[in-house]
């Protein structure tokens, strides 16, 4: 459109300076020069602010476009945000329950077992009774603690229980607690572990000694610890009642026991013994996490 009246109005001019370019060649031909440059002049400004227009127009449409991408991307931020936080919240209920229950619920059955005992004590042996009766209530004292530990939300999950101590501690309280005859054995266990493995291998045999108590009527327990070749092998044994015929079904404590050690990279087993009892068994990397599957055989006794 532009073009044509350009072409029209040049061919106007040409036609008036023909004219006059008849009675004056000079003069008419400068003006017909200075016409035709303003001409182009003008139309070329026209243009170029047409093309200036458009980009303008252009850069509007993006930068409208730009804005309801970066609404729609900031949407879905606050919505991933929202479905985080629900995700944490959720986690951090699993690990209270897991604590209360690993924890909590150990000491609780201690007291329990003593309690339905302390009659029986308090007829025959006065003085035994008295200690078995001072032994609950410092049990008890500590559930509480841990109680309000995890009420407030300050366990540790790197805390530290002391490696080897604190699993000979613990083996050696629930000689004091129970009837169990334990036995320990530790081969190799030189090397210094990092908290995660003290404090899950420290949860395992609590786990495995409550289930004992609980359910297997057992007499006798042996524990073994091996450390070999980059792995520690927990082992612990009972001479309960279970025997091949007995099912094996695992219960809210030895389920929670599998995924802790399948995040470690290992795996937990547990299986009959002849002629009645049950082993578990735990192998544990000490090096970097290797993904492995945990492996709980021929089913498992509802537990813990």
């Known amino acids: 459109m532009l073009a044509a009246v350009l072409a029209a109005v040049i061919t106007a001019v040409s036609a008036v300076m023909l004219f006059y370019t008849s009675h004056s060649p000079e003069y008419g031909v400068g003006v017909y020069m200075l016409l035709l440059v303003g001409i182009y002049v003008?139309?070329?400004?026209?243009?170029?602010?047409?093309?200036?227009?458009?980009?303008?127009?252009?850069?509007?449409?993006?930068?409208?476009?730009?804005?309801?991408?970066?609404?729609?991307a900031h949407y879905e931020l606050e919505e991933a945000t929202?479905?985080?936080?629900?995700?944490?919240?959720?986690?951090?209920?699993?690990?209270?329950?897991?604590?209360?229950?690993?924890?909590?619920?150990?000491?609780?059955?201690?007291?329990?077992?003593?309690?339905?005992?302390?009659?029986?004590?308090?007829?025959?042996?006065?003085?035994?009774?008295?200690?078995?009766?001072?032994?609950?209530?410092?049990?008890?004292?500590?559930?509480?603690?841990?109680?309000?530990?995890?009420?407030?939300?300050?366990?540790?999950?790197?805390?530290?229980?002391?490696?080897?101590?604190?699993?000979?501690?613990?083996?050696?309280?629930?000689?004091?607690?129970?009837?169990?005859?334990?036995?320990?054995?530790?081969?190799?266990?030189?090397?210094?572990?990092?908290?995660?493995?003290?404090?899950?291998?420290?949860?395992?045999l609590q786990e495995a000694l409550t289930n004992v108590i609980r359910h297997a009527a057992a007499?006798?327990?042996?524990?073994?610890?091996?450390?070999?070749?980059?792995?520690?092998?927990m082992t612990v044994q009972d001479n309960g009642k279970n025997d091949s015929q007995t099912p094996i079904i695992p219960g809210f404590g030895l389920s929670h026991m599998e995924m802790r050690c399948k995040a470690a990279g290992g795996t937990l087993r547990l299986v009959h013994i002849h002629p009645h009892g049950l082993a578990l068994s735990v192998a544990i990397p000490t090096h970097d996490y290797v993904d492995h599957?945990?492996?709980v055989e021929e089913g498992s006794r509802d537990e813990g």
């Open 42 to 72: 003008i139309f070329w400004g026209a243009r170029t602010r047409r093309e200036a227009h458009q980009q303008l127009s252009d850069m509007h449409i993006d930068m409208e476009q730009a804005h309801l991408e970066l609404k729609r």
């Open 82 to 204: 929202s479905r985080l936080l629900q995700y944490a919240v959720l986690e951090e209920r699993t690990r209270i329950a897991r604590d209360i229950h690993d924890s909590i619920g150990h000491g609780l059955t201690s007291v329990i077992v003593q309690l339905q005992a302390l009659p029986y004590m308090m007829q025959a042996n006065k003085e035994e009774a008295e200690q078995a009766m001072a032994t609950v209530l410092e049990v008890a004292r500590n559930c509480l603690t841990e109680v309000r530990a995890v009420v407030h939300q300050m366990t540790d999950h790197n805390q530290i229980y002391g490696g080897m101590n604190a699993l000979e501690k613990l083996i050696q309280q629930v000689r004091e607690q129970s009837q169990l005859l334990i036995t320990f054995e530790a081969v190799d266990c030189g090397s210094a572990w990092t908290p995660y493995i003290t404090e899950l291998l420290y949860r395992v």
């Open 219 to 233: 007499t006798e327990v042996k524990i073994t610890i091996v450390e070999r070749d980059e792995e520690i092998r």
């Open 293 to 295: 599957d945990p492996i």
